[in-house]
């Protein structure tokens, strides 16, 4: 990969020092959707940043049960592997590739010179606590004050503009992972949904319509 090819991916990055430490340390590495990258109790060793493609973000609990916190697009990096690093702690998070992607990995041992170094870097990694704090927050009012027939549209409509698709293949054991739910309660719910004509159903797999979020929202 080029620096004109690294800044296409990561535009916010501007500094051409910064663009040619980052492919100098950097591994760039393409990954296949589903691929475990990090589970809970492992050490971070690098710090993904998304070229193209997306990552998704989960917090375990001892019993091995799924409470999804964000995704990670192209240009972003992950806030809790940043925080894992530099306090030189095991993850807390399970990252999982959602669709086939490209990363470029940045090793921990230059993390810090990179902030010491480049105002830019800095500034990613501030803004990057401060866009994952407040998708937590959300993730989290979620599970404390939305019904659960909310919380799933709002999944619906997430997972739409993550796809960029109406159709969304997975399973209802898969939605109530994220959603910290059982499958019966996600499957009736999607038929109820399913009755108002909002979505149909097939195996593994829900067609939604074109104006959910629109519906939803009255």
């Not at 697009?73 to 992607?101: Q, R």
């Not at 959300?138 to 619906?156: G, S």
Request: aromatic letters at 8%.
């Amino acid at each position: 990969m080029t620096k004109e090819e690294l800044q296409e991916a990561l535009p916010n990055f501007t500094d051409p020092a910064l663009l040619e430490q980052i492919l100098a340390t950097g591994q760039i590495m393409n990954l296949k959707a589903g691929k475990v990258m990090m589970e809970p109790g492992q050490f971070v060793k690098m710090v993904p940043i998304v070229l193209d493609g997306s990552i998704k973000i989960s917090r375990m609990d001892d019993e091995g049960r799924e409470l999804f916190l964000y995704y990670l697009d192209a240009g972003e990096t992950c806030a809790l592997s940043l925080t894992c690093c530099s306090a030189s702690k095991p993850s807390e998070i399970k990252a999982v590739v959602e669709e086939d992607s490209t990363i470029i990995g940045i090793p921990i041992t230059v993390i810090d010179q990179f902030s010491n170094d480049f105002k830019q870097w800095k500034d990613f990694v501030s803004n990057t606590y401060q866009s994952r704090f407040q998708e937590m927050l959300v993730a989290l009012d979620a599970v404390a004050f939305k019904r659960m027939d909310e919380r799933l549209m709002k999944y619906i409509v997430t997972k739409m503009k993550q796809h960029k698709a109406n159709e969304l293949h997975t399973t209802h054991q898969e939605i109530a992972n994220e959603l910290t739910t059982s499958r019966e309660v996600v499957s009736r719910l999607l038929k109820q949904l399913e009755k108002k004509k909002w979505i149909e159903l097939g195996r593994n797999v829900i067609y939604i319509r074109d104006d959910f979020e629109e519906l939803i929202s009255k």
